[in-house]
């Protein structure tokens, strides 16, 4: 007799593999699809932020704010190694928002998310402080400093989607979810292997569709249910430049029109600016950063930076459709950035289809759709809210401990440059170990792609993480392709595909470290 799955789930981005990995810690049977490479639409393309969203308070998302604020410390404890904090700069600029309600607002982000961790907001005499000096000189004279966090957004994903396959969870990527259907109260889903066409079909009791952009090309596929609720897809694009300025905060601009743009330091030696609020019509995979909107994000930051910032500087764009919910705001940027979520059950077994969500409240999301589908789904242990306790893989040591274990690592690998280390223990935190295993030189770790990339930990990341292509490796498991030549991915992309059958993904690594 076929296996039933207690729940099979369409998306493998953030809110598909957070509910994968909240249902499989409670005992259920779980299996997720994902058409590309996990994290390789919406979840890949943000600001890289765990924030409360400080300019929603303006459209009085309180309740989405206060969410956003309480998960913060949380997500930043169960993953240290890609999560972190950082201050952020708002200089106080005339004719737009009053200094009062700035520092109104702050005094609200700082006090209604339980703020634990995080130091307080402070004013900051732009005149003389150390991050007044980028700015144009004489003109922002005022500022406030706040705290959020930062984050790895396609690494977040893909350890999401690691502990949930630890925990039993049948993960497939490059596996596209074809046809849905329900006979006698069980979704059949068929499924077709992106890399074989291979095609089978698996049976679950319940069904989420965590598609994204795509939740509504699923619902067509046979689904029999006809939504009520819309999806809004908004772009929004990024550009990367060389190092603005040396301090290690990031910036948070107001615009003319309403919107505010964040300079952020990235990856060492770069700058994250971003992002746009505008409506796409098109296939969501093609989206790319347009020239107007580079031109913008430009002309943003250069309204405030002494030194102006060109298109001509930029290295790297990139850009990702937001699926919202369509609330019928009249403009992209005023689109609510909370989720919705709609159940239907055409035949008998629930439909979970999910609008909108932000990558903050990825794990309330998870808890509240398993709350939806608990009269439907009931696991063999019960463990509500366990996600908020449970670190992600590599993710078991304190927020404060970092270097404690970047200096660990040079002291067990006393061939590895620090640099090497430190790249190592921010993305794989204690499983760096498990990467380099036994070796006791760099020529134990085989072949050098440049970049501190090394043949084992290629290795690991397609044996343990899915990664399947150069593009997996260098954009979404790291950002060395800002650091590696067009070349050298080429040499990479080579090498995978000639050793791709010996390293098949596995579902479980054996525990939890």
Known sequence: ???????????GGINGCGIARDAAGRGNSVFLCEMNDLASGTSSWSTKL??????YLEYFEFRLVREALIERERLWQIAPHIIGPLRFVLPHHSGLRPAWRLRLGLFLYDYIGGRKLLPPTRSVDLAHDEVGKPLVPGRFTRGFEYSDCFVDDARLVVLTARDAADRGADIRTRTRAVEVRQHDGIWHVT?????????????????????????????????????????????????????LYQHDRAYIFQNAD????????????????????????????????????IAYLCDAVSQYFAKPVTPAEVVWTFSGVRPLYDDGASEAKAATRDYVFELDTPGGAPLLSIYGGK??????????????????VKGAQAKEGWTARQPLPGGDFAVDGGPALVAQLTRDYPFLPQPHAYRLVHAYGTRARLVLGAATSMADLGRD??????????????KN??????????????????????????????????????EKPQQQMGGRA
């Open 50 to 55: 765990i924030h409360g969203g400080l300019r």
């Open 449 to 462: 792609f440049g970049a501190t990339l090394t043949e084992a930990e290629v290795r690991y990341l397609m």
């Open 258 to 293: 309403g919107r505010i743009v964040f300079a952020i330091p990235y990856q060492g030696d770069f700058t994250l600016i971003g992002t746009t609020d505008r409506d796409y019509h098109g296939d969501p995979s093609q989206v790319k950063a347009t020239p107007d909107e």
């Open 191 to 243: 499924t077709e292997d992106m890399r074989s066409g291979v095609r089978e079909t698996i049976q679950a009791r319940a069904l989420v569709n965590a598609a994204g952009p795509w939740v509504e090309n699923v619902l067509a596929s046979g689904s029999g249910v006809n939504a009520t609720s819309k999806v809004r897809l908004v772009q929004g694009s990024h550009i990367v430049v060389p190092k």
């Open 359 to 376: 990558i903050t409240t990825y794990r309330r999301l998870s808890e509240e759709a398993l709350e939806k589908l608990s009269p439907y």
């Open 465 to 502: 993480e899915w990664a399947c292509s150069a593009d997996d490796i260098v954009w979404r498991r790291s950002k060395l392709g800002l650091r590696l030549s067009p070349e050298a991915i080429t040499a990479l992309g080579e090498w995978i595909a000639a050793n791709s059958f010996a």
């Open 1 to 11: 007799m076929a296996k039933v799955f207690d729940l099979a789930i369409i998306g």
